[in-house]
Nanobody
Framework: QVHFVESGGNLAQPGGSLRLSCAAS????????ITWFRQAPGKEREGVSC????????FYAESVKGRFTISRNYATNTVDLQMNSPQPEDTAIYYCATDRNVGAPFCSIVPASMVYWGQGTPVTVSS
């Protein structure tokens, strides 16, 4: 049984920082591309960032480029999303997911391509 678990969501002040983590059980994260999505109230789920299985390829949505960083933490076996200078428009539930293509060097931000999803962690950015 595969389970993805996101953590780190919290209330953050604009311009502050927050670090989200994606962990998995029954699944070896570092063999697969991993994607972070988010869904704000009343909006569609959107891809925020993703990282390929070799970590050489990453992608960022324009809205977060230069502020968010995705990385693999091999010590904790997680895929982390460092959110610097978050803004109120970053308020959403954040999910991690994978399309389960083992060894895929490139990643996808298409929700319909994902096979495993976590339950999400809420992020609220407000002063």
């Amino acid at each position: 049984q595969v389970h993805f678990v996101e953590s780190g969501g919290n209330l953050a002040q604009p311009g502050g920082s927050l670090r989200l983590s994606c962990a998995a059980s029954g699944f070896t994260l570092d063999e697969y591309a991993i994607t972070w999505f988010r869904q704000a109230p009343g909006k569609e789920r959107e891809g925020v960032s993703c990282i390929g299985s070799t970590s050489q390829n990453t992608f960022y949505a324009e809205s977060v480029k230069g502020r968010f960083t995705i990385s693999r933490n091999y010590a904790t076996n997680t895929v982390d999303l460092q959110m610097n200078s978050p803004q109120p428009e970053d308020t959403a539930i954040y999910y991690c997911a994978t399309d389960r293509n083992v060894g895929a060097p490139f990643c996808s931000i298409v929700p319909a391509s994902m096979v495993y999803w976590g339950q999400g962690t809420p992020v609220t950015v407000s002063s």
